[in-house]
């Protein structure tokens, strides 16, 4: 090889830096004559064949290649030194390789000319590219499988750019939008959302760019997503995001809260995690063994009350003797006034933690967790969410509860009337944030209007009359108020009025 | 007013059982309280013929256990149960085992003064049947037999909620039907359609 070259040549000192360089390639560097025959190799091609030089030169260089490129590569010099066609010379190919021991591999070689003497000689340069081949098929296979992964989850998963637009749409998300990938791609993702995140999203995407202020990005959210057909309906998103050469996007991974696959655990799963379901449970028993608490003292009120009543219809009774009642009955009220008043300091105390929150953000979550099961019933939700709100100081969980609690009774008043339509909204209104929610049901009934919020008071078959009296002990304790009025055009909105700026807790809240 | 008319109240709510005995006595009764059954139960065989009125939740002993030891020892009461919010299936449990009427608390005084008379009535008249409870037998047959079956759900102690889903019904409509029952039976109250219907001798599912 090198060696031999230089003999060949008469030596000298550029001879020994020459194969100085051959040598130390990595690539083996096999010359050739126009005849195909080796005149030369270096140590890397004895690596990479298993020849020894001596096994090499002389010989036609065909035996470094497997079938059918060793029989045709003596046509191709012929024709090549005949017409001048370069196939490869200068370009570069991907062919394959024989080793002595006859195993073939991949391999790219480079083929320049060059003249000795008269005489054209080819010098090749080849690179094992086994490694490569194999890396390439891994990534290969590798896109494959994820791509079955992202084809089979059940979740939905949607990959953005930094500017909205759609780049993949998975066929968990076409079942689930109803909208067909083709629809989708390469449009704005807000087509997804229902207003007033669709008017929003854009200035999320360009405050993140700007800011890097993390909204929902591996924090993962429930909101609302829109179909194809309009319906709205409760799902969970996790976004992560990864920046590529070509620049920066998103994945969004969106989870159906309303689909029947999703199981009764999950959804407990997450309600427990939100804390509503066990408190919501808590409640309900409290306010079961309240309900009894309090009627033991309000009969023996009334007893005390008409036995008086009775005593003095008859005449017959020492005054002594009615004032003895009437103090029994005050002390009965007294008792059932300690009866609430335990319950008042339950709501507003026991395990109250104020932190500074958006409202927002606590009515979508409340909204979402509300409308779990409800899709079937056909409710149109519209949010008019004012984003300039200025944050609350609250119990994130008793104002979510207060929030729940009149968007389901929203959705039950309406089971009964054709036309459903439930609208929350939030606006700051001088010193104070109004939230309202409103339905489209049969309204209140007149007689009950002014005892709604009184306990045990309920429009419902078969409810405990106690909801809304503890929504309003919190909002009230939250130095805030809970009113409703007649939707105009049918209907009833609840506004739940909190103040704008945060404040002590009372120190007496009975 | 009946000045001889023994009427015996059993609640463990000291309150409540004070306020009662009250009330009564105001109304010319003569009247004992009990805070427990065993005590009641005790001192029943010594007792003149007389009304009970027992709580049905209750420590120790309740007032179904009670109405058991009573008719166990042969010893006849006519009883009135008082109960909380919700416990209908209970109070159906004591109206079967013999108990004349249930009210829920929190009730009215005259719904109590109103039930302790017509106790004492069938005391003097034991064998006598309530003429109302008579005439239910007959309105039964006008019935549907959706309705009997809202009926039967109610004797069982369920929701309407639940009538609803074992009748494959809308709550609605099971509400609509609960109506036209009370209505053609002639009950005013759950308690007097529950004690009609058993009277008619209505089975429970």
Known sequence: ?510 | MPGNAHVYIVDDDAAVRDSLSVLLDACGYQVRTFGLAQEFLDAASALPPGCLIADIRMPEMDGLELQRRLKERSLSFPTIVITGHGDVPLAVRAMKAGALDFIEKPYASQAILNSVAAALLRLRAPDERDPSAVAATAKLDLLSPREREVLEGLLAGLPNKSIAYDLAISPRTVEIHRARVMDKMGARSLSELVRFALAAGVRTK
């Not at chain 1, 010098?123 to 390439?136: H, L, N």
């Not at chain 1, 959302?193 to 008017?199: A, F, K, L």
């Open chain 1, 1 to 510: 090889m090198a060696t031999q070259y230089a003999r060949e040549r008469g030596g000298g000192q550029s001879d020994s830096l020459y194969r100085a360089v051959v040598d130390t390639a990595v690539d083996a560097i096999v010359i050739i004559d126009r005849a195909g025959e080796v005149r030369s190799v270096n140590q890397a091609t004895e690596r990479l064949f298993g020849y020894t030089p001596g096994e090499l030169v002389g010989h036609n260089v065909n035996m470094l290649m497997p079938e059918p490129y060793a029989a045709e590569h003596d046509s191709y010099l012929a024709n090549y030194l005949r017409t001048g066609a370069k196939k490869i010379i200068g370009i570069g190919r991907e062919v394959a390789g024989r080793r002595k021991d006859g195993s073939v591999f991949p391999m790219e070689l480079s083929v320049g000319e060059a003249r000795d003497g008269d005489e054209p000689i080819f010098v090749g340069i080849i690179r094992d590219i086994t490694e490569r081949k194999v890396a390439e098929a891994a990534l290969r296979e590798s896109e494959l499988r994820w791509r079955s992964i992202l084809d089979t989850v059940p979740d939905a998963i949607i990959v953005i750019d930094a500017h909205g637009a759609v780049e993949s749409f998975s066929p968990a998300a076409e079942r689930l939008f109803g909208y067909a990938a083709g629809e989708v791609v390469g449009n704005n993702v807000k087509m997804l959302m229902p207003s007033p995140y669709r008017e929003a999203h854009d200035d999320y995407l360009a405050r993140f760019a700007s800011t890097g202020e993390r909204r929902i990005i591996g924090i993962g959210r429930i909101v609302v997503g829109r179909r194809k057909d309009g319906g709205t309906f409760p799902m969970q998103l996790a976004v992560g995001e990864f920046a590529s050469p070509s620049g920066n996007f998103f994945t969004g991974f969106v989870r159906d809260l309303t689909e029947r696959q999703v199981s009764e655990r999950r959804i407990e799963d997450l309600q427990t995690e939100l804390l509503h379901a066990s408190r919501l449970s808590v409640m309900g028993q409290m306010a079961s063994t309240m309900a009894h608490e309090l009627n033991q003292p309000l009969t023996a009120v009334t007893n005390y009350l008409e036995a008086g009543r009775h005593l003095m219809s008859t005449g017959a009774a020492a005054p002594e003797r009615i004032a003895d009642l009437m103090e029994k009955a005050v002390t009965q009220a007294q008792r059932a006034g300690e009866v609430i008043r335990q319950l008042r300091q339950f709501v507003s105390k026991g395990e109250t933690e104020r932190r500074t929150q958006n409202l927002n953000q606590l009515v979508e979550e409340a909204l979402a967790l509300a409308l779990i099961g409800a899709r079937q019933s056909g409710v149109l939700v519209s949010l008019e969410l004012d984003r300039e709100l200025p944050p609350v100081l609250v119990d994130p969980v008793q104002i979510q509860q207060v929030v729940l609690n009149l968007v389901r009774n929203a959705v039950e008043a309406m089971e009964e009337v054709e036309r459903r339509e439930l609208t929350i909204s939030t606006r700051p209104v001088g010193e104070k944030i109004e939230t309202s929610v409103a339905d489209s049901g049969p309204g209140i009934a007149p007689e009950l209007a002014n005892r709604l919020f009184q306990p045990f008071v309920t429009t419902k078959k078969t409810g405990m009359g106690l909801g809304l009296s503890i929504c309003r002990e919190i909002i009230e304790a939250h130095h805030g108020h809970l009113t409703f009025s007649p939707r105009p055009g049918g209907g009833t909105i609840f506004l739940l009025t909190l103040p704008k700026t945060s404040q002590d807790e009372p120190t007496d809240a009975g």
